[in-house]
């Protein structure tokens, strides 16, 4: 199982908001940055906000991060089908002194 | 442009040992914590270790702790992970990462290990 917990799919139409939540606890969200992933299947993961809510340049900004306390979300606002990935969740635990992901999202774009 | 390019994947048998590499370019190597993080076939990401700028610190998942290790060279520029003791479940694509701003900020392609039962 997966310290973090995010639900399995997601979906949304074209220009819709979507958002995927991330669930954690005091010991990894609740002390720690988050960090969100993407990753198309077949390719490595990028990294598509870091510090909970920092875009790396070239990453569009319709993707935003935010968190609180033992939560954090991921927003996609005005889904593109370019945007059908997996998404992931990450946080150091400062419990287990190591990096916890969540068990990933899969968005569809209908 | 940033560059991680990992090698040394391949098949191996349980119990078997393998030692991953990953060449890193376009950045201050020296400066930079650096990963491992792996991926099961068809399923998530699992953070599997990380090392400190000097080596001093390494920190590993605990189904991997006395059978892994991960050592870097700062002239080399390069990043290893010797894996011993190999079993079924330990095989994944191997990600080498940069770690910047607590996060993997850069990844390289991955290399393929499959161990056989």
């Known amino acids: 199982q997966f310290v973090l917990t995010q639900p399995p799919s997601a979906s949304g139409t074209p220009g819709q908001r979507v958002t995927i939540s991330c669930s954690g606890s005091?010991?990894?969200?609740?002390?720690?940055?988050v960090n969100w992933y993407q990753q198309v299947p077949g390719t490595a993961p990028k990294v598509l906000i870091y510090?909970?809510?920092k875009r790396p340049s070239g990453v569009p900004d319709r993707f935003s991060g935010s968190k609180s306390a033992t939560s954090a979300s991921l927003a996609i606002s005005g889904v593109q089908s370019e945007d059908e990935a997996d998404y992931y969740c990450a946080a150091w635990d400062d419990s287990l002194k190591g990096v916890v992901f969540g068990g990933g999202t899969k968005l569809s774009v209908l | 442009e940033v560059r991680l390019v990992e090698s040394g994947g391949g098949l191996v048998q349980s119990g078997g040992s393998l030692r991953l590499s990953c060449a890193a370019s376009g950045f201050t190597y020296s400066n930079s914590w650096m990963s491992w993080v792996r991926q099961a076939p068809g399923k998530g990401l699992e953070w599997v270790a990380s090392i400190k700028q000097d080596g001093g610190e390494k920190y590993y998942v605990d189904s991997v702790k006395g059978r892994f290790t991960i050592a870097r060279d700062n002239v080399k520029k390069s990043l290893s992970l010797q894996m011993n003791s190999l079993r079924a479940d330990d095989t994944a694509v191997y990600y080498c990462?940069?770690?910047?701003?607590?996060?993997?900020?850069?990844w390289g392609q991955g290399t393929l290990v499959t161990v056989s039962s």
């Open positions: 005091s010991s990894n969200i609740g002390s720690n940055t």
């Open positions: 510090s909970d809510n």
């Open positions: 990462a940069r770690v910047w701003s607590g996060s993997f900020y850069h």
